[in-house]
């Protein structure tokens, strides 16, 4: 397995705890030091790697939109392929959200099974999951030496997106809000028509068994707080209870849609920050925790100032 020098943003997440007895600086919270963010430090998200799905309106007739960013390359593209397939040819419209399972995931497409598919779909296979080793600068990890990962040989962010490394390669990671196809038992690994995103726990088991392709970056509210289905896994058991889709669009083919940037990972600020959630110094703790799991290390996403 390759070896990449660690820089400084994943190298902080194992640095040594400070005597508190010593230590009277103050330190800033992370939220502190994201709003502080230099603009250069900000990177722009292409509205063309967006989804933009519109939910029915609530109860209340709030209008209902889910932001879904997808996955750069060269990660999980047969998949992302696909999926822009899917919304050109407005798939999704008239689908609904059929599972809502708790601490777990909540998933959409066609609750019969019957719609048909667009053509010349691709179709891939379980190696597809991973991505072979390549040496980019951007691939920023922490080395597993001191505080490992439980799921893999180390780990870290390559342009703004979580990652894990073993020796097969790289591949995503299943945090909160990230976006997976749905599938059969192998060997079938989902065409992307069927969708869902992680509402719990980060269920990193699934990692290597289930393409990720994308996160939520706004409306996640709007499919965590759904009603619990209570049909087996949390799928829901009658018509009524599903959630409409009413379109599915790619964001460059949404007038509307906001501007988004991430906070770059190879940032300074963005170091101070992976930091600042491993040793919550801030004055509310009293404890640092010396480390994080990477997916307590959201990478910050915001809309663009105008």
């Not at 822009?84 to 419209?93: E, N």
């Not at 965590?224 to 599915?248: C, D, H, N, Q």
């Amino acid at each position: 397995m390759k070896r990449y020098l660690p820089l400084v943003a994943c190298a902080a997440l194992c640095a040594p705890l400070p005597l508190l007895a010593q230590d009277t600086k103050t330190h800033p919270a992370p939220s502190e030091i994201v709003a502080s963010a230099k603009a250069g430090e900000w990177v722009a998200i292409a509205p063309s790697d967006l989804l933009v799905m519109d939910l029915a309106p609530d109860s209340k007739g709030k209008a209902r939109r889910v932001v879904i960013q997808l996955m750069p390359k060269p990660f999980s593209q047969g998949w992302v392929g696909n999926i822009r397939k899917l919304a050109a040819a407005r798939w999704w419209d008239g689908t609904s959200i059929n599972r809502a399972q708790d601490n777990y995931v909540v998933q959409w497409g066609d609750a019969t099974e019957k719609k048909a598919l667009p053509e010349a779909l691709a179709t891939m296979e379980a190696k597809d999951y991973v991505t072979p080793d390549w040496p980019s600068k951007d691939w920023i990890f922490e080395r597993a030496d001191g505080r490992p990962d439980a799921y893999a040989g180390a780990h870290g962010f390559y342009v703004g997106w979580p990652l894990a490394q073993g020796r097969e390669g790289l591949w995503p990671i299943h945090c909160y809000g990230m976006v997976g196809v749905g599938r059969n038992l192998a060997p079938d690994t989902g065409t992307g028509a069927e969708l869902y995103t992680v509402i719990g726990h980060a269920p990193r088991h699934l990692d290597r068994n289930i393409a990720l392709v994308g996160r939520v970056i706004e409306g996640i509210e709007h499919l965590s707080s759904l009603p619990r289905g209570t049909g087996a896994l949390g799928f829901y058991e009658k018509e009524e209870e599903r959630v409409p889709i009413l379109s599915v669009r790619l964001g460059d083919a949404v007038r509307d849609v906001p501007a988004f940037e991430y906070l770059d990972t190879n940032s300074a600020s963005f170091a101070a920050y992976a930091d600042a959630r491993a040793n919550r110094r801030d004055p509310f703790f009293n404890v640092p925790a010396g480390g994080a799991d990477i997916c307590n290390i959201p990478v910050p996403i915001r809309r663009k100032a105008k």
